[in-house]
């Protein structure tokens, strides 16, 4: 079993609609949860990172975080074509604070 | 403020042939990260430096890799001999400090796409 798990996907959400990607985690004791959006041929770029059970919102993005559950997502409101990018989620372990990622999930938005 | 830096941005050369990647972090950022990230996966540490000092380096083949970080700025990461499996996009990161604390977040440079023939 891999630490972090995302769908590759690719997922594809017509423009205009809510786009939601998933992650899980392995590691139970995990306290730190990002999500980084990288487009092709680009570096990973930080969009939110969750602490906290329950959910976080920054403009059209919302993170959720079920510790219990063990799995973190991404919301994306109002997805527009430019949203288009593979979605990485990463988690950053308590014994060493080491960032564990996982393989992303590519996110297409139709037009 | 400036981001993190990487230069090349490309390198093609063939195997058994060294190659050296620079990145120069963000002003003030203590730990320097670098990275490998293979198409369609996540990125793998290779190692991490709080200022000069290499602290984490377990997953750096280090038969063939080296790293420095001179005056705990600007870092070198050097193949020699490259082999073909070694074709990957080389990151580098910078953080503030190896912590979990709030705001502690890793900030990516543009990366170095190397082929190795």
């Known amino acids: 079993q891999k630490e972090v798990e995302q769908n590759s996907g690719p997922l594809s959400v017509p423009e205009g609609a809510i786009a939601s990607l998933n992650c899980t985690y392995s590691d139970r004791g995990s306290q730190s949860f990002f999500w980084y959006r990288q487009y092709s041929g680009k570096s990973p770029e930080l969009i939110m990172f969750?602490?906290s059970n329950g959910d976080k919102e920054d403009g059209r993005f919302t993170a959720q975080l079920n510790k219990a559950s063990q799995y973190v997502s991404l919301l994306i409101r109002d997805s527009q074509p430019s949203d288009s990018a593979t979605y990485l989620c990463a988690v950053r372990k308590d014994s060493n604070y080491q960032l564990i990622w996982g393989a992303g999930t590519k996110l297409i938005i139709k037009p | 403020e400036a981001g993190v830096v990487q230069s090349p941005r490309y390198k093609i050369i063939e195997k058994k042939q060294p190659v050296a990647f620079w990145c120069n972090p963000i002003s003030g950022h203590n730990t320097l990260y670098w990275y490998r990230q293979n198409l369609g996966q996540g990125p793998e540490l290779l190692i991490r430096?709080?200022?000069?000092?290499?602290?984490?380096d377990s997953q750096l083949p280090k038969d063939r890799f080296s790293a420095e970080r001179l005056k705990g700025v600007d870092s070198t990461l050097k193949i020699q001999p490259a082999e073909l499996g070694d074709s990957a996009v080389y990151l580098c990161?910078?953080?503030?400090?190896?912590?979990?604390?709030?705001?502690?977040?890793?900030?990516f440079g543009p990366g170095t796409r190397l082929t190795v023939l």
């Open positions: 430096y709080e200022n000069e000092e290499a602290v984490d």
């Open positions: 990161a910078s953080s503030l400090d190896w912590s979990g604390r709030v705001g502690n977040e890793q900030f």
């Open positions: 969750i602490y």
